[in-house]
């Protein structure tokens, strides 16, 4: 079983910024990728930034060049961090693990921009 736990979300002002973290623990034996999804209301889920066990990353076309992922291999944690915030970040971002084809997911973490 795996588990993960998000932090750092909150309200925050268009331009602003915020860090969030993702916690993994459980019978992690292998990660393939770590990564953040979002979904705002009345949307599909969508990406927003993964990184490889390598170190490769894949931002989501609306957050290239203002949102930056991150690792730590040893405390098997994943951060997010988000400069120049739009409104239209404003989502539910969730964490997620992938580990032998197979999905994790945290529970979310609310984040909100207002304008």
């Known amino acids: 079983q795996v588990q993960l736990v998000e932090s750092g979300g909150g309200l925050v002002q268009a331009g602003g910024s915020l860090r969030l973290a993702c916690a993994a623990s459980?019978?992690?034996?292998?990660?393939?990728?770590m990564g953040w999804y979002r979904q705002a209301p009345g949307k599909e889920r969508e990406l927003v930034a993964t990184?490889?066990?390598?170190?490769?990353?894949n931002y989501g076309d609306s957050v290239k060049g203002r949102f930056t992922i991150s690792r730590d291999n040893v405390k098997i944690t994943v951060y997010l961090q988000m400069n120049s915030l739009k409104p239209e970040d404003t989502a539910v971002y969730y964490c997620?693990?992938?580990?032998?084809?197979?999905?994790?997911w945290g529970q979310g973490t609310q984040v909100t921009v207002s304008s």
């Open positions: 997620n693990l992938k580990s032998f084809g197979y999905n994790y």
């Open positions: 459980g019978s992690i034996f292998s990660i393939n990728a």
């Open positions: 990184i490889t066990s390598g170190g490769s990353t």
